[in-house]
């Protein structure tokens, strides 16, 4: 154990600093270089900390009653970010697939003749059943493309709130 010249704090042997002012090791123990005045320190003794007394007129609480957190506050700092860009991607992951079965349903007779002659050679004989299974898939399938823009813009909600968080 050495003690600073500068604090008069003890530190070990293998410390080549002090570990409270940073000051290099005194060399005048060792007998080289020269001394380091020794400063003018006063020592203060440690502050006292005072615990309040233990009131014997509160019962403690009962096993019984569930202790509830303290309600937070509902501010600007509180509130999750991107919580109204996840609801808009929610919202439109929702409507657009509703609107897109509404439009094929409502407009089989103008687009069932467009799908069909994608899938098929126009004049040739397709019987009812393959054309309206051709039709549906390709409506399922524009469901599921409608339903992109409101899930990203939900995973977008969801990345500002953990980018936030760090």
Known sequence: MWICSRCQTANKDGHTQCVECSAPRNARRFGAGTPVPMPSVQTAAPERRIQPPVS???PPPSARRSVQPP????GPSSRMPGGF???AGLLMCL???LLVLLLAVIRFDAIHPVIT???FKPGAAV???ISYLAYSVSALAAILLSMAPGLSLWALGRLTGGLRRR
């Not at 309600?71 to 509902?74: C, D, K, L, P, Q």
């Open 85 to 87: 860009v996840r609801l």
């Open 95 to 97: 409507l657009l697939p």
């Open 56 to 58: 014997r007129e509160t």
């Open 117 to 119: 002659s994608i899938y």
């Open 71 to 74: 309600a937070e506050s509902v």
């Open 127 to 129: 019987p009812p059943f």
